[in-house]
């Protein structure tokens, strides 16, 4: 395995110029006709879209959000030919558990900006100190920081490795807990499978992982109704999977290229999967959606993202037959999750040790309900701490 560089602080700072030509795209933007009177029914609403975009022109302050990001402490690593971009908050307690955070798409680490305060630093939020964590939280490589044009590409058993590498090799945690949604679920997963003398445990708000197709007998009525209401999300919600996993460059070329493109094909996942009942800023603000958006705008990584929908479509990771998660796993079953699986479905795989279904909240959990992510990483992990 090749040495590691040493970690190099890090700032987000976009050149202006950047800006200067954002604006001006933004200003000449060619819209599309729609079916009146659709709304979000086959795609991001028109009329939204020139909301968001009039508001990206006129009163979206990038810097402000640059700000904030920057308030947390930023590092970027090159481990083998991946720069590797993270944040790495110290915990404030006296015994703080290390815990990786990873986000997923078309997501990024901008999720986590309300989550990292109340894990690291509890007391100051009202909580107890001893729950603290020091909290080690990537841009998934190729996504955002964690990019230059034409580095190597991973899928999810890589970033798996990558992440425990950055983890034990150059921040020195032996033991660790790890936690996700989306793609940053099957990291966790995969961790939990190929790395257990690292994990402590982990805690998804999606799973990623089902039984063997030969180990699905005598399923309960429950699980019949998540195949089918599966079957049916896939016959429905799956254009983007078949586009960015077939042949995601020929759509990067327009996503790269046109800001207005790229904020209405995230937009849409936004208003799909959060808990938002048809009204997408009751979860999601614009400052939060655009500075999302912005991440991959600046950093040009729309397609460099799309590379693990390709690799999960043409070299899937999944457990075979016989084989288990055994460490600790605790789900987070948040109503508004795109596939929302029962319980005795994920024990068939994983060792559950919690599983808490959730009020109110959906697939971006950390953005839509800060707190009972929090509060629920904190209880899972509770009874770990002492087995470190």
């Keep these: 395995m090749a040495p590691h560089a040493a970690p190099e602080p890090f700032r987000i700072d976009v050149a202006d110029a950047v800006l200067d030509d954002l604006h001006q795209r933004l200003a000449l933007t060619r819209w599309p006709d729609d079916v009146p009177g659709s709304e979000w029914q086959y795609g991001t609403s028109l009329a939204y879209a020139k909301e968001l975009v009039a508001y990206w022109r006129s009163g979206y302050d990038w810097r402000a ?4 990001l920057n308030s947390f402490p930023q590092y970027r690593v090159g481990l083998d030919d991946v720069l590797l971009h993270y944040i790495h908050q110290t915990g404030v307690g006296p015994d703080p558990m290390p815990l990786l955070v990873s986000h997923g798409w078309p997501g990024s680490i901008y999720e986590f900006v309300n989550i990292i305060g109340p894990l690291t630093d509890p007391e100051r939020y009202g909580g107890d100190p001893q729950d603290a964590f020091t909290v080690v939280a990537p841009s998934l490589p190729g996504y955002g920081f964690s990019h230059v044009p034409h580095q190597h590409r991973l899928n999810v058993q890589e970033m798996a490795d990558l992440f425990a590498r950055l983890m034990t090799e150059v921040l020195g945690f032996p033991r660790f807990g790890a936690q996700g949604g989306d ?3 099957f990291i966790a997963a995969r961790l939990g499978f190929a790395h257990t003398q690292h994990l402590a445990g982990i805690h998804v708000n999606m799973v990623p992982v089902a039984p063997h197709p030969s180990e699905r007998a005598n399923l309960s009525a429950d699980e019949e109704a998540f195949l089918k209401a599966s079957d049916a999300w896939r016959a429905e919600e799956t254009g983007y999977q078949w586009i960015q996993g077939t042949r995601p460059q020929t759509l990067a070329y327009a996503l790269n290229d046109s800001p207005a493109g790229l904020a209405a094909w995230i937009t849409e996942k936004f208003y799909a ?13 614009k ?3 655009l500075t999302n958006i912005m991440i ?7 397609n460099s993202s799309f590379w693990l929908y390709y690799q999960m479509r043409h070299e899937p990771w999944r457990l075979g037959r016989g084989e288990r998660i055994e460490v600790p796993t605790a789900v987070a079953s948040f109503p508004g999750e795109i596939m929302r699986p029962p319980e005795e479905w994920v024990r ?3 060792n ?3 599983w808490s279904p959730m009020t109110a909240g959906g697939h971006f959990a950390a953005l839509e309900e800060p707190q009972a992510l929090v509060e629920d990483i904190r209880a899972f992990y509770r009874p770990l ?3 470190r």
Excluded at 273 to 285: K, Q
Excluded at 296 to 302: L, N, P
């Design 65 to 68: 959000q640059e700000r904030l």
């Design 348 to 350: 068939r795989v994983c």
């Design 296 to 302: 991959y705008w600046v950093t040009q990584t729309i």
């Design 385 to 387: 701490r002492a087995r």
């Design 183 to 185: 793609w940053g679920s």
């Design 352 to 354: 559950v040790q919690r």
């Design 273 to 285: 999967w959060t808990d938002c009942h048809g009204d997408i800023e009751s979860r999601v603000s």
């Design 287 to 289: 400052d939060a959606l």
